[in-house]
């Protein structure tokens, strides 16, 4: 399986892509969880990144670029394909990974789009709580986990992210709109573009998904 997944933020990419992954076998790039994981380690791109991040902008492309391919060349995960969860955001991107993809002789089987209205992710976004070791996300309403704020697998804390609030959404979904919707259309283009509808319950669009994938 090699797949893209492309959505506004909250509409379900990190919900949906481990189960994509446990189905195929594949690794999960995601590449804001990448960036986080930068962050805790106070690295210098880690310093760059989190003030970039919290205002809601991209961090650029040339480093996002270098962050997947090294992953892609490297992460034996990966030789059994690949879901990548927030990789391409902009149009540069898209072209850059076609360029990667094309030296490798592979090609994208899926550019799947999550399509949801921005009034419904302000709910999703503010009640959302994070594992960061892991990427699993968890709902203070829709999916609470077990024990409050501890993640049910590892028993470790629940985290909000700083940018889950409602000011830094707004900048983020301008950002989605002006320079991350260029890249559906761009693979709208090609025959692998489906699109799926996020605001139903996840295990219904796990259901569309799988129609998809089948
Ligand atoms: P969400 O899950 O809410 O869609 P992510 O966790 O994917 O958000 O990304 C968080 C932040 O990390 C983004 O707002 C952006 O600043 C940065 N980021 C993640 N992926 C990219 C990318 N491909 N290009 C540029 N910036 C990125
Ligand atoms: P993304 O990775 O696209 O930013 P997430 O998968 O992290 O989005 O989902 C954002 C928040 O919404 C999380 O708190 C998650 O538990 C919740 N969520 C995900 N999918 C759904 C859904 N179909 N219906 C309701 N809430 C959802
Ligand atoms: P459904 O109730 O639609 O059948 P599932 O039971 O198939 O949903 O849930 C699939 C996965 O999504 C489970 O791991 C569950 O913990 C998680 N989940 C369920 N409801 C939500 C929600 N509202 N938001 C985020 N994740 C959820």
Redesign the pocket.
């Known amino acids: 399986m090699r797949m893209i997944?492309i959505?506004?933020?909250?509409?379900?990419?990190?919900?949906?892509?481990p189960k994509i992954k446990e189905k195929y076998g594949c690794c999960h790039l995601?590449t804001?969880d990448m960036l986080r994981a930068q962050v805790a380690a106070k690295t210098e791109l880690g310093k760059q990144a989190k003030k970039i991040m919290d205002e809601g902008k991209l961090v650029s492309d040339e480093i996002m670029i270098g962050m997947i391919k090294s992953e892609l060349d490297t992460n034996k995960e990966c030789q059994h394909g690949f879901i990548l969860?927030?990789f391409p955001r902009t149009v540069p991107q898209a072209e850059k990974l076609d360029e990667m993809l094309d030296a490798k002789r592979q090609q994208l089987k899926h550019a799947i789009e999550?399509q949801i209205d921005d009034s419904l992710l302000v709910a999703?976004?503010t009640?959302?709580?994070?594992h960061p070791a892991s990427g699993r996300?968890?709902?203070?309403v829709?999916?609470p986990p077990q024990k409050a704020m501890t993640d049910d697998v590892t028993g470790e804390p629940l985290i909000q992210r700083s940018d889950d609030n409602e000011e830094a959404l707004k900048k983020r979904l301008g950002t989605y709109h002006a320079q991350t919707a260029p890249v559906t259309d761009y693979y709208r283009k090609t025959g692998i573009w489906r699109k799926v509808d996020?605001?139903?319950?996840?295990g219904?669009?796990w259901k569309s998904l799988l129609t998809i994938f089948n």
């Open positions: 997944l959505g506004p933020p909250g509409a379900g990419k990190g919900t949906q892509a995601a804001g969860d927030g999550l999703r976004i009640g959302r709580l994070v996300s968890y709902h203070k829709f999916n996020a605001s139903k319950e996840p219904d669009v």
